[in-house]
């Protein structure tokens, strides 16, 4: 099974993969190493939630406070991320 990049997958993707290893890692038939992978993965998905969670938020929140403005603020995604 070929995975895509984190970078490159949508929130939905990454939720169904995330729970795709929580039940793996639930199931317990893992070796360490397998298991240290793909929690790894879990953990590197979830913050990638987490940060286009954040940025939709923020982004509603630009439309709302503009609303019956005819012009929006470009909203700039690379500020949220934690590097």
């Known amino acids: 099974m070929s995975r895509k990049k ?3 997958l949508n929130f939905e ?3 169904s993969e ?3 290893i929580v039940q793996r890692l639930e199931q317990g038939e893992l ?6 992978t793909l929690f790894e993965r879990g953990l590197n998905l ?3 939630s987490q940060v286009k969670l954040q940025a939709a938020e923020q982004k ?3 439309l709302l406070n503009n609303n019956g403005n005819d012009e929006l603020e470009n ?3 690379s500020e949220n991320i934690d590097s």
């Open 6 to 8: 984190i970078e490159n």
């Open 13 to 15: 993707e990454s939720l």
């Open 18 to 20: 995330l729970e795709t």
């Open 31 to 36: 070796n360490l190493e397998e298991s240290m």
């Open 46 to 48: 979830s913050q990638n």
């Open 60 to 62: 509603v929140q630009v």
């Open 75 to 77: 909203f700039d995604l």
